[in-house]
């Protein structure tokens, strides 16, 4: 059975904090993705990997970086945290194909 | 126009019924296609893929019709157990990275 965890599954930070949010797969899938889920917009992709060190931007990148330097493990850094990046993020992995997701942390900037 | 466009809903249908979803994309270059399933405050889980022959799992029928860019899923007998949010899913490339996913139909099944 495929595992997607993360790292937190709440966070409650301040505004101008550096987040790190962390997700590991145990199923040595190349692909990880963050996605960002808010209501009536589902779900958009922030960054995407394809293979360790390696990263593309996706539809929504501004204001995040990312970091994959193994193969289990994509982080997703918020440099300076605003509250327009309240939401629901979702961590996901796949061969390609299917995407398995996390159980997804929800973070309030306040 | 949304890239995949979905009806929020949500339905309202009683036990037993059957109810139907539909989903359109823009882009007729999209080879692959997925319905997930999501649960309240839980991550989306693969539901089904949906092949150009259309393709049935149960309760659950999935079509594509690439001529008019859309996608349905079908629930026949609705469950309880049924009830979450339905997302559209297009891939502009096979396996691809271009995942799109549509915001998502809610369903609630009631007895």
């Known amino acids: 059975d495929v595992k997607v965890t993360q790292s937190s599954r709440y966070l409650v930070k301040r505004t101008g904090e550096k987040v790190f949010l962390e997700c590991v797969q145990d199923?040595?899938?190349?692909?990880m993705f963050w996605y960002r889920q808010d209501p009536g917009l589902g779900l958009r992709l922030i960054y995407f990997?394809?293979?360790?060190?390696?990263?593309e931007k996706g539809d929504i990148p501004e204001g995040y970086s990312v970091s994959r330097e193994k193969k289990e493990r994509f982080s997703l850094i918020l440099e300076s945290a605003s509250t327009n990046q309240t939401s629901m993020y979702l961590c996901?992995?796949?061969?390609?194909?299917?995407?398995?997701f996390g159980p997804g942390t929800r973070l309030t900037v306040t | 126009r949304k890239e995949v466009e979905q009806d929020p809903g949500p339905f309202n249908v009683p036990e037993g019924a059957t109810v139907a979803f539909n989903c359109t994309y823009s882009?007729?270059?999209?080879?692959?296609f997925f319905w997930y399933r999501q649960d309240c405050r839980k991550e989306p889980k693969l539901l089904m893929s949906?092949?150009?022959s259309g393709n049935e799992d149960g309760r659950f029928t999935a079509q594509l019709n690439r001529a008019s860019q859309y996608i349905s899923l079908l629930i026949r007998d609705s469950k309880l157990s049924d009830s979450a949010t339905y997302l559209c899913?297009?891939?502009?490339?096979?396996?691809?990275?271009?995942?799109?996913f549509g915001a998502g139909t809610r369903l609630f099944v009631k007895a």
């Open positions: 899913v297009v891939n502009d490339k096979a396996g691809g990275f271009k995942t799109i």
């Open positions: 996901a992995s796949s061969f390609p194909g299917e995407q398995y």
């Open positions: 882009n007729s270059a999209s080879q692959s």
């Open positions: 990997s394809y293979d360790v060190k390696m990263k």
């Open positions: 199923m040595d899938h190349e692909n």
């Open positions: 949906v092949y150009s």
